[in-house]
């Protein structure tokens, strides 16, 4: 299977009625927009572009301080073109056809597979984890490869809103979504300190539009809510297959 298929084949009936295409944007977390990600990484290549051309100009100028920081300033150059190429290479896969490779998974066997995410990332963190039971024989389609992508960019968002300390609630358990059964991913995060908007780099925001696109490939949704009080809640769903 290819990065083509509708997502109507795997989460809307055949009887229901098509969507409006303005409704595709009623939810700014569900659907990325194309526009926005373009303006994110144009910005966040301007900024790098500034960068390179700051170190490249202060190594050129003709006094004793640039010359004293010469092993400064060749340092930084290197590093910021290092980090122009990571994220090069996010920005390209967002736009880059992806082919999956489904197999059959037990739904026990991706939970655990999550949960060993969950702990290789949040190691350190106070978590609540509330698994519900799923009676067998409950299965998944999944490419294990790419939804372990599409975990770990999640998993590194709520990371970083959990550095300066808080509490993270995962809820395991099943929902529906379009008259569909599937299993949701419920992550309620409650920061110590709630980071910022301003500080957040455009280049996380192509990430979690990579997460968003693997996501709805498997015919799910991945949704990032923020509440007024900093909490936030990151929920994803993936329909089931029995």
């Not at 569909?180 to 990430?207: C, I, Q």
């Not at 929920?235 to 029995?242: C, R």
């Amino acid at each position: 299977m290819t990065a083509h298929r509708d997502r109507s084949q795997t989460l809307v009936p055949r009887d229901a009625v098509p969507p409006r295409p303005e409704t595709r944007t009623e939810h700014g977390n569900l659907v990325v927009v194309q526009e926005r990600v373009l303006a994110d990484i144009a910005h966040e290549l301007g900024n790098f572009f500034h960068k390179l051309y700051y170190w490249s100009d202060f190594i050129k100028t003709d006094n004793e301080t640039a010359k004293k920081a010469d092993s400064t300033a060749g340092h930084m150059l290197e590093r910021t073109i290092a980090n122009l190429e990571e994220f090069l290479k996010v920005a390209l896969e967002y736009f880059h056809p992806i082919t999956l490779n489904f197999t059959k998974v037990p739904v026990g066997e991706l939970l655990d597979g999550f949960l060993v995410h969950l702990g290789s990332h949040l190691n350190g963190n106070a978590i609540e984890v509330r698994r519900d039971a799923i009676d067998p024989p409950a299965t998944i389609l999944v490419d294990p490869t790419r939804i372990s992508q599409a975990f770990r960019i999640a998993l590194h968002h709520v990371h970083e809103d959990l550095k300066l300390g808080g509490a993270l609630t995962v809820t395991l358990g099943t929902a529906k979504r379009r008259d569909f059964d599937g299993l949701e991913m419920r992550l309620d995060v409650e920061p110590t300190m709630p980071a910022s908007p301003l500080f957040r780099g455009a280049e996380a925001g192509v990430e979690w539009a990579v997460a968003q696109k693997l996501i709805e490939l498997h015919g799910g949704e991945i949704v990032e809510r923020y509440e007024a009080n900093g909490r936030k809640a990151v929920t994803i769903f993936l329909p089931l297959y029995v």
